[in-house]
């Protein structure tokens, strides 16, 4: 069961940093280097990109975050191993921070980039680019720290958890 136990905090921790690299790497390279190109370019490459990460590896990181953090908290509740569960927990708090700000701001951003269809045909591109980025940059970095204040609580789980008695 300790392996087990070990595992499953381990992967939470793994899988929220991923993702937290990725939020972030949005945050300070893709979004500011998209900033200086123009409309057309900004609506194209964030439709490529919504398009291209939909795939397993962005699910298993963004998806399995929540669930291994999920188990590593269930597997923590006996008395033994409780000490480390208000760092799981808060982990996951600020974990469903990421999940709430993509499902209520990001993902519904990058639908209307998606139903605008292909770039050519959208009449303003500037326009739909002035409607999307600053929300959509906004709700990023959000979740960029969000995900970022998961993962060093999951990291300090982790120390914690290594210091209990076996």
Do not use: K
Request: aromatic share 8%.
């Amino acid at each position: 069961m300790d392996l087990l136990r070990t595992a499953s905090l381990l992967a939470a921790t793994l899988t929220t940093g991923l993702t937290a690299g990725l939020f972030a790497a949005f945050a300070y390279a893709v979004m500011p280097g998209l900033r200086r190109t123009d409309g057309r370019t900004v609506v194209l490459a964030m439709q490529r990109i919504n398009e291209s990460i939909l795939n397993g590896w962005f699910a298993v990181c963004f998806g399995g975050a929540l669930v291994f953090t999920l188990l590593a908290a269930a597997l923590h509740l006996d008395a033994e191993h409780r000490a480390v569960l208000p760092w799981i927990v808060a982990g996951l708090l600020s974990y469903l921070v990421v999940l709430g700000v993509t499902a209520v701001v990001n993902v519904p951003l990058n639908n209307v980039l998606a139903g605008a269809g292909d770039v050519d045909r959208v009449a303003d591109p500037a326009a739909l680019r002035e409607r999307f980025e600053t929300p959509w940059v906004r709700g990023n970095v959000v979740r960029a720290i969000a995900s970022t204040g998961a993962f060093g609580l999951l990291a300090w789980a982790l120390v914690e958890a290594g210091s209990l008695p076996a």
